[in-house]
């Protein structure tokens, strides 16, 4: 069984920054990719970063390219997600997500499709002045 817990998130002033992490167990890391998603009420849920269990880049949807930073610690078996740069439109509900890792592509299908098997509760996060 696979379990995922997000924790960081909370009230920011545009421009300022957050970061979220997502603790699993190191089985998670070793054999699926980490994504991280998020829904705004209304909205469809889109991704936003993704690592893989493999020596391969993360992925990043056009949103959040250059201002959110996506990372892996092993020793913590934690996933984190560095923010910076918030604009109101970041405000969602974000969610880590893993997927079971099938090859060097399945970071970006993560991403893109949603295709995870495992999903964290989700953490409000919310841009506002």
């Known amino acids: 069984q696979v379990h995922l817990g997000e924790s960081g998130g909370g009230l920011v002033q545009p421009g300022g920054s957050l970061r979220l992490s997502c603790a699993t167990s190191?089985?998670?890391?070793?054999?699926?990719?980490i994504g991280w998603f998020r829904q705004d009420p209304g909205k469809e849920r889109e991704g936003v970063a993704c690592?893989?269990?493999?020596?391969?880049?993360?992925y990043y949807t056009e949103p959040v390219k250059g201002r959110f930073t996506i990372s892996r610690d092993n020793a913590k078996n934690t996933v984190y997600l560095e923010m910076n740069g918030l604009k109101p439109e970041d405000t969602a509900v974000y969610h880590c997500?893993?997927?079971?890792?099938?090859?060097?592509?399945?970071?970006?299908?993560?991403?893109?499709?949603?295709?995870?098997?495992?999903w964290g509760p989700g953490i409000q996060v919310t841009v506002s002045s």
């Open positions: 690592t893989s269990s493999r020596d391969v880049s993360p």
């Open positions: 997500a893993a997927g079971i890792t099938i090859n060097e592509y399945s970071v970006q299908t993560l991403c893109t499709a949603g295709v995870a098997q495992y």
């Open positions: 190191a089985a998670t890391l070793e054999y699926y990719d």
